[in-house]
């Protein structure tokens, strides 16, 4: 049986037979998955509420994978190649990606979301240009890429300059891969705002971030945040959140002309407050979705330096056998996982 995994319907998970797929056409590559991370993503279309999922679908977008053929054309990896995937299928010819955005084209299909991903045994086809070869990394490594592109990209957006400070609210995977970027940025003070205290002792252990603010329901986290800006609060706040009521407070922490960069996701609609707070202050809101290409690479590269320690974030494992049964706890916030990693094929 060429095992693979299938979300049937929302709870529900499947073991199938997904066979190899034929030889790549040219522009294609054959590749054979080694690592799966677990993602935010994964989770809601596990549990129905990720609105772009259709059933049944075999996930799998954080990927570690193996070049195994190549169609023609593809000069850039060859067979043996250990890479990440790229997971935004762009429409290369559309405007937006020509302006070099190809990250939210319009018809971009993410692989494992919008189309079939990866947490398979059988080989199977992906497009060459999304493959990013880091032959120095393990698959473990090269499976968190993609979670750290997104934050590298988050980042970007704001531009945080040296003698600035920036708030990154949620300290979950992408908060952290946000951290990972600013804590290389000289000049820039870096602070970290989440509800529960042992992920903000996860920051000041594991990446040396000591500037954490626990969120309080008296609204003390905001004196608090005074208090380490001299009152002048942040100029570039990232919500990694997700959570519709700290997207509609955020800008709060926000100084006059901060950048406030949404990179967490929600489906519902926000309402903040506009004269007080945002045009007061001249703040600038700004979208981060998904990643730019040039990303990994820059990524592959950092973490080749070891300017960045990925065996801290993986907090679990499991093999692809396990998943029917253990994929579920990883929905309970209890379980305590920063990155779930899913051995598919052979260990290295």
């Given at each position: 049986?060429?095992?693979?995994?299938?979300?049937?319907?929302?709870?529900?998970?499947?073991?199938?037979?997904?066979?190899?797929?034929?030889?790549?056409?040219?522009?294609?590559?054959?590749?054979?998955?080694?690592?799966?991370?677990?993602?935010?993503?994964?989770?809601?279309?596990?549990?129905?509420?990720?609105?772009?999922?259709?059933?049944?679908?075999?996930?799998?977008?954080?990927?570690?994978?193996?070049?195994?053929?190549?169609?023609?054309?593809?000069?850039?990896?060859?067979?043996?190649?250990?890479?990440?995937?790229?997971?935004?299928?762009?429409?290369?010819?559309?405007?937006?990606?020509?302006?070099?955005?190809?990250?939210?084209?319009?018809?971009?299909?993410?692989?494992?979301?919008?189309?079939?991903?990866?947490?398979?045994?059988?080989?199977?086809?992906?497009?060459?240009?999304?493959?990013?070869?880091?032959?120095?990394?393990?698959?473990?490594?090269?499976?968190?890429?993609?979670?750290?592109?997104?934050?590298?990209?988050?980042?970007?957006?704001?531009?945080?300059?040296?003698?600035?400070?920036?708030?990154?609210?949620?300290?979950?995977?992408?908060?952290?891969?946000?951290?990972?970027?600013?804590?290389?940025?000289?000049?820039?003070?870096?602070?970290?705002?989440?509800?529960?205290?042992?992920?903000?002792?996860?920051?000041?252990?594991?990446?040396?971030?000591?500037?954490?603010?626990?969120?309080?329901?008296?609204?003390?986290?905001?004196?608090?945040?005074?208090?380490?800006?001299?009152?002048?609060?942040?100029?570039?706040?990232?919500?990694?959140?997700?959570?519709?009521?700290?997207?509609?407070?955020?800008?709060?922490?926000?100084g006059f002309t901060s950048r406030i960069v949404y990179v967490g996701i929600t489906t519902e609609s926000l309402t903040f407050p506009h004269a007080p707070v945002l045009h007061r202050r001249e703040q600038t809101l700004l979208a981060s979705r998904n990643a730019l290409p040039a990303d990994f690479g820059k990524i592959i590269k950092i973490i080749e330096a070891g300017q960045i320690n990925t065996k801290v974030w993986?907090?679990?494992?499991?093999?692809?056998?396990?998943?029917?049964?253990?994929?579920?706890?990883?929905?309970?916030?209890?379980?305590?996982?920063?990155?779930?990693?899913?051995?598919?094929?052979?260990?290295?």
């Amino acid at each position: 049986m060429s095992y693979a995994i299938e979300f049937s319907e929302p709870t529900k998970i499947t073991a199938i037979d997904l066979p190899d797929e034929p030889a790549p056409a040219p522009g294609e590559a054959l590749v054979r998955t080694h690592r799966m991370g677990i993602c935010g993503t994964d989770l809601s279309c596990y549990l129905g509420k990720f609105p772009f999922f259709d059933y049944p679908r075999t996930p799998g977008h954080e990927l570690g994978l193996e070049v195994v053929a190549v169609g023609e054309g593809v000069t850039h990896v060859k067979p043996g190649d250990k890479c990440s995937l790229e997971p935004y299928v762009n429409d290369p010819d559309s405007t937006t990606s020509q302006k070099g955005n190809s990250n939210c084209c319009p018809g971009v299909q993410v692989i494992g979301v919008h189309g079939p991903g990866g947490l398979r045994k059988a080989n199977w086809i992906v497009p060459a240009r999304k493959l990013h070869p880091g032959n120095k990394l393990s698959y473990d490594e090269l499976a968190l890429v993609e979670t750290l592109a997104i934050g590298y990209h988050a980042v970007q957006r704001g531009n945080p300059q040296p003698g600035e400070t920036v708030l990154v609210i949620g300290a979950g995977p992408i908060g952290l891969a946000c951290l990972e970027f600013l804590k290389l940025m000289n000049g820039v003070k870096v602070i970290v705002m989440d509800m529960v205290s042992s992920r903000l002792d996860f920051c000041a252990k594991n990446l040396g971030l000591t500037n954490g603010i626990q969120f309080q329901a008296d609204g003390s986290h905001l004196t608090l945040l005074e208090e380490m800006t001299d009152d002048n609060l942040a100029d570039v706040v990232i919500d990694a959140t997700g959570s519709v009521k700290s997207m509609s407070t955020c800008f709060e922490y926000g100084g006059f002309t901060s950048r406030i960069v949404y990179v967490g996701i929600t489906t519902e609609s926000l309402t903040f407050p506009h004269a007080p707070v945002l045009h007061r202050r001249e703040q600038t809101l700004l979208a981060s979705r998904n990643a730019l290409p040039a990303d990994f690479g820059k990524i592959i590269k950092i973490i080749e330096a070891g300017q960045i320690n990925t065996k801290v974030w993986i907090t679990h494992r499991l093999t692809i056998e396990e998943v029917p049964d253990e994929f579920a706890k990883f929905t309970d916030p209890a379980t305590g996982a920063i990155k779930a990693l899913i051995a598919v094929n052979d260990e290295e």
